[in-house]
């Protein structure tokens, strides 16, 4: 689990608390990318488990002065239009933002949604017409920020629309789809208040909201539409032993060789929502203390409080003519808050630096006291020595924890934070200035997983005492004349475990991934580059806890390629023009589902063009 930051800001979903990368986010007004890749909980709290990304926008940098706006169509009907601005208004005022627009059909999976591999463990499959896939997805984001003096005050928001996807086992993909709202407004303030002390105050105040339709083959719910609301009771299976649909044919509401797409709406529509509502809702304060000690030592200290309100998702399972809507409420109730979270957290991080700058000492601790699943210490603590101008070499002990979100509480009030032990040892080499390795070695140890991995799926435990994963991460890159290049591979160890059913992986992830990337540079205004991504083999369990069968997930190698002509002038604008084909050889190659239901596996993206135009002024 991955905490999302914009400009230090958490994008994390949250009821589900879930990091959402999809189209809602664009790389063109990305500056840069900081990546903190092992447990961040002591700066950042919880579901920092796994890291934290922060990305640094253009818009917000005080050099940043124009404006630049950018079109993208590919293949599928894509279609993308980005923008971005700063201006400053004398030494006090500046004013940013950006708007970033997507529509796109995206890929056709019809031969894949109707084969029988994707259909496996589907009971009714026989009765199901050809399906026809859809996909479209459809984004919306802005931000915009003011600047007076040490005072930041901004505001992000983003809309989301997709399809269903290959998650679920479904009889229509044409109604289905999945909603997201995310709005963020908040303010950061600094303030030096010494030359070696400094304050900085951020509030946040978050909300978002999500509904969606599916069409489910599952015994419906069934109740009494009002104008106000739908009240929902559980369907009385009088026919007991059968599915749902078949239930539907024995007592002639539809016919087995004739289920039409009106049958299909009427009978088997889902709707979840909590649209209707003002949403969940979070406020946060964090208050940091930075003390430059002196040149050795500095000191960070810090206070968070949060307090989060959230909204149910109401459901409704369609049955026999049961209709709502996303805007009347399913439950009444579903649109007040139905569960309230409370955070207080102190923090602390101490540097020092010893034997001339050649050994750093890093100590941090950060100590949470939450309303329902009570206290959570999370230290850690870095040792980073350079033997020489070239070689470096790190060693990190850090615990992180993953938050129990409102549907984990609803089932199980008592439920802790699952915690993560992380050990890590690194080795860094630097040839040159052009040339740099780095080995790293991981063991990680999480307790208390929310969730079962693959090898449990069917079976009744629902979450795990402890898992170990252990494994080896590889990074080089460089540059010589006019070539750059890369080299990335992780390697996890012994991802598998011994089960009735033979071997298979426990994450639902190949042991071996990779990738190598070489670009070439004409000159300052062209370049051309090739990567390289291969997946090793590997065997897992169905994500579909009806599947009793592991599948193969066969080795997978594509190539993306892109051209880019940069730095064209004309008068006082600036032209960026780049061509980008996403696996170039057009290779099929699959995902195993480690979810609990849907199907089996997905199937990735095949070839993608798309052609990008940038100018600025």
Do not use: C
């Not at 870095?382 to 850090?398: D, P």
Request: aromatic share 14%; hydrophobic share 35%.
């Amino acid at each position: 689990q991955t905490k999302i930051l914009i400009n230090g800001h958490e994008v994390n979903n949250l009821v589900a608390q879930e990091a959402l990368l999809s189209r809602q986010f664009s790389t063109h007004n990305i500056e840069r990318v900081e990546v903190m890749a092992s447990p961040g909980s002591v700066l950042y709290g919880a579901n920092a488990l796994s890291g934290v990304i922060n990305v640094i926008t253009k818009d917000v940098q005080p050099d940043y002065e124009g404006f630049d706006i950018a079109v993208n169509l590919g293949s599928y009907n894509t279609k993308s239009l980005d923008g971005s601005f700063g201006h400053a208004f004398g030494e006090d005022f500046r004013l940013s933002g950006s708007m970033h627009l997507y529509d796109s059909d995206e890929e056709d999976f019809d031969d894949f949604v109707n084969s029988t591999d994707f259909q496996l463990g589907w009971a009714d499959k026989a009765l199901v017409p050809t399906i026809n896939y859809q996909n479209p997805i459809q984004a919306q984001t802005y931000s915009l920020q003011l600047d007076f003096k040490q005072l930041q005050i901004g505001y992000f928001d983003y809309s989301y629309k997709r399809g269903t996807g290959q998650q679920t086992l479904t009889w229509s993909y044409d109604d289905g789809e999945d909603n997201r709202r995310f709005q963020l407004i908040y303010a950061n303030y600094q303030q030096k208040l010494s030359e070696n002390l400094s304050v900085q105050a951020k509030f946040e105040y978050t909300k978002s909201r999500f509904w969606g339709r599916y069409y489910n083959a599952a015994w419906p719910g069934i109740g009494n539409q009002t104008d106000d609301s739908v009240q929902v009771q559980p369907y009385t299976n009088p026919d007991a032993g059968v599915t749902f649909a078949q239930h539907l044919i024995n007592i002639g509401k539809i016919e087995a060789d004739n289920i039409t797409d009106n049958d299909i709406k009427t009978y088997f529509r889902r709707i979840y929502t909590n649209k209707s509502s003002e949403g969940s809702k979070r406020n946060g304060l964090d208050i940091q203390l930075d003390w430059d000690i002196n040149s050795n030592s500095k000191l960070i200290v810090g206070l968070v409080k949060e307090d989060t309100d959230y909204v149910g998702l109401a459901t409704l399972n369609a049955g026999l003519n049961i209709g709502a809507t996303f805007d009347v409420p399913l439950d009444v109730n579903k649109n007040k808050s139905v569960f309230n979270s409370e955070n207080t957290a102190l923090f602390g991080q101490y540097r020092y630096m010893l034997a001339d700058g050649k050994l750093w000492i890093h100590l941090g601790a950060r100590y949470d006291n939450h309303n329902h699943y009570g206290t959570n210490t999370s230290p850690r603590i870095s040792l980073i020595w350079r033997a020489n101008e070239q070689r470096v070499f790190k060693a990190i002990y850090g615990e992180a924890f993953s938050a129990p979100n409102v549907f984990d509480l609803s089932s199980d009030p008592d439920k802790k934070a699952s915690t993560l032990n992380s050990y890590e040892l690194s080795y860094s080499e630097f040839f040159n200035d052009s040339n740099w390795l780095q080995l790293a070695f991981y063991h990680n140890q999480i307790n208390d997983f929310l969730g079962a991995p693959p090898s449990l799926i069917g079976t009744e435990k629902a979450a795990v005492d402890s898992e170990t994963v252990k494994g080896v991460e590889l990074h080089f890159e460089g540059r010589k004349d006019n070539w750059n290049y890369h080299l990335n591979g992780s390697w996890i160890v012994d991802t598998e475990q011994v089960t009735d059913k033979g071997r298979q992986s426990i994450l639902g992830l190949p042991d071996i991934q990779a990738n190598l990337g070489v670009s070439y540079s004409f000159n300052s205004n062209y370049q051309m580059g090739l990567v390289y991504f291969y997946t090793q083999k590997y065997t897992a369990l169905h994500g579909n806890a009806g599947i009793s069968d592991t599948i193969d997930i066969p080795a997978s190698h594509t190539v993306d390629a892109i051209f880019n002509l940069n730095n064209l002038y004309f008068e006082q604008w600036d032209y960026k023009l780049s061509l980008k084909v996403n696996n170039l050889m057009d290779r099929k190659n699959f995902q195993a589902n480690i979810r609990r239901s849907g199907t089996s596996h997905f199937q990735q993206n095949g070839r993608n063009v798309m052609l990008h135009f940038e100018f600025g002024f």
